[in-house]
């Protein structure tokens, strides 16, 4: 059974850097049939798509909000995929999660997924 493992959150400084990292295991095929994305939970709001990346990391989708600040990547030989957030800000502070679903059914901004992750927590604040 798949799982995903999220890592690298913590306490950053306004205008740091961070990267998440996803680790998947439990994936009898290979990765390049899933489509990963992450999203994130900010204290009392509702769970939003900020990124994803298709099977093969040939096509991704950034939330347009984001999307000078994001980037998300994967090397499905190690399993993993990651986000790189730059110039945080603290309305970047939530909880990130990540999540995988068939390449067959996910859309290319990550709905339809079919596992997600507990989720690593970003703060940013001086």
């Known amino acids: 059974q798949m799982q995903l493992v999220e890592s690298g959150g913590g306490l950053v400084q306004p205008g740091g850097s961070l990267r998440l990292s996803c680790l998947v295991s439990?994936?009898?095929?290979?990765?390049?049939?899933?489509?990963i994305g992450w999203y994130r939970q900010a204290p009392g709001k509702e769970r939003e798509g900020i990124s994803c990346i298709s099977g093969r990391g040939g096509a991704t989708f950034h939330k347009v909000s984001l999307k000078d600040r994001i980037a998300i990547s994967r090397d499905n030989a190690k399993k993993t995929v990651y986000l790189q957030i730059n110039n945080l800000e603290p309305g970047d502070t939530a909880v990130y999660y990540c999540?995988?679903?068939?390449?067959?059914?996910?859309?290319?901004?990550?709905?339809?997924?079919?596992?997600w992750g507990e989720g690593t927590l970003v703060t940013v604040s001086s």
């Open positions: 439990g994936v009898t095929s290979d990765l390049d049939y899933y489509a």
């Open positions: 999540t995988a679903g068939s390449i067959l059914r996910a859309t290319q901004d990550c709905r339809n997924m079919d596992v």
